[in-house]
């Protein structure tokens, strides 16, 4: 019953988070070589990209990104996918895929 009641708990939890103002946006970015960024090189890409978030307001929000092989896999929250689209052109970051996210699942949404 304890495990029950936290993972219902974890699930409100995290559709709270999705949803909140905007919506949340998956992008698909290649960048050959990504996996070999020094943390240095990464921190520059994420000073860049947070300077620019500030610079179009509160409405855009980066959670976070994954680094795998030749791709980056970021996570924001927006109003749509304009300003996401926005944020990498003047960044000149690439944005090959934007989708909206249409739900969340995880082992949490498998608990009785």
Same mark, same amino acid.
């Given at each position: 019953?304890?495990?029950?009641?936290?993972?219902?708990?974890?699930?409100?939890?995290?559709?709270?988070?999705?949803?909140?103002?905007?919506?949340?946006?998956?992008?698909?970015? *290649?960048? &050959?070589?990504?996996?070999?960024? *020094?943390?240095?090189?990464?921190?520059?890409?994420?000073?860049?990209?947070?300077?620019?978030?500030?610079?179009?307001? &509160?409405?855009?929000?980066?959670?976070?990104?994954?680094?795998?092989?030749?791709?980056?896999?970021?996570?924001?929250?927006?109003?749509?996918?304009?300003?996401?689209?926005?944020?990498?052109?003047?960044?000149?970051?690439?944005?090959?895929?934007?989708?909206?996210?249409?739900?969340?699942?995880?082992?949490? *949404?498998?608990?009785?």
């Amino acid at each position: 019953m304890r495990n029950s009641l936290i993972a219902f708990i974890l699930m409100l939890t995290s559709t709270a988070v999705f949803a909140a103002d905007g919506q949340q946006y998956i992008i698909e970015r *290649t960048i &050959p070589g990504a996996q070999n960024l *020094t943390p240095a090189e990464l921190k520059s890409i994420s000073q860049k990209s947070r300077a620019i978030l500030e610079s179009l307001g &509160p409405e855009i929000v980066w959670q976070q990104s994954y680094v795998a092989e030749d791709k980056f896999y970021c996570v924001y929250q927006a109003p749509n996918k304009e300003i996401i689209a926005k944020h990498a052109k003047l960044g000149g970051f690439p944005a090959d895929k934007i989708v909206a996210v249409s739900g969340v699942i995880g082992p949490q *949404t498998a608990a009785d």
